[in-house]
């Protein structure tokens, strides 16, 4: 079983997706100007700064464009599109396909094969990825349900000595089947996890923001 984390990117993408209009197709009549120091210049109208920015060997580039009136700055606008590029083809490759490993537990579990267990599970959360704890009771197991509960809970607060836990699906019960599914970061490492997901801003070509434009 996996869980794409790729598919909830996209998602965002969608919702996220920005496109910067520079030079003649800013269409609004006025805008709040920055310069190239981070210098706000005030509102002016659109002509007169791009005029400006073409004095100075720079483009107006539209970086607001819901604020009233729209914020523009003066940039290099083909290094700007270079990288921020850059930046959202790093994103994509820090992303992965996060996988679910499986760790089966037992009733009678010896202390060795849990630790072995426990061992799996840490090197499954270190490469980033989500463990499924599992216990099958056959014939009379299944009177010993409260006590497969134990066993996986106790296992799980094992774990908790050295790694934040999530339950990202609590414990469920199917016919004899007894799991849950974790994710796991070491106590005190940094939250890669967030970095993968942050906005990332999608640059459309020059010809798609004409089509859209349109």
């Not at 820090?94 to 089966?104: I, T």
Request: charged share 40%; hydrophobic share 35%.
């Amino acid at each position: 079983m996996r869980i794409h984390r790729h598919r909830r990117f996209k998602r965002q993408l969608e919702i996220e997706r920005q496109t910067f209009r520079a030079n003649e197709r800013i269409r609004i009549p006025e805008v709040r100007v920055v310069d190239e120091q981070g210098e706000n210049l005030g509102a002016m109208a659109t002509a007169q700064a791009i005029t400006l920015a073409r004095e100075r060997g720079l483009d107006l580039v539209e970086v607001a464009p819901k604020a009233q009136p729209p914020v523009c700055r003066f940039i290099d606008f083909k290094q700007f599109r270079y990288e921020q590029e850059k930046i959202r083809r790093q994103q994509k490759t820090r992303a992965k396909k996060v996988e679910v490993k499986g760790v089966r537990l037992s009733l009678r579990i010896g202390e060795h094969d849990r630790q072995l267990r426990l061992r799996q599970a840490k090197g499954f959360f270190d490469e980033g990825n989500r463990v499924a704890v599992e216990i099958i009771l056959r014939g009379r197991e299944r009177q010993y349900g409260n006590l497969a509960r134990e066993v996986i809970m106790k296992f799980v607060d094992d774990l908790k000595l050295e790694y934040e836990i999530t339950i990202d699906q609590p414990l469920s019960v199917q016919g004899g089947r007894f799991s849950l599914v974790l994710g796991g970061k070491k106590h005190g490492a940094p939250d890669t996890e967030s970095t993968d997901e942050d906005e990332e801003l999608d640059l459309d070509d020059e010809k798609e923001e004409e089509e859209t434009e349109e």
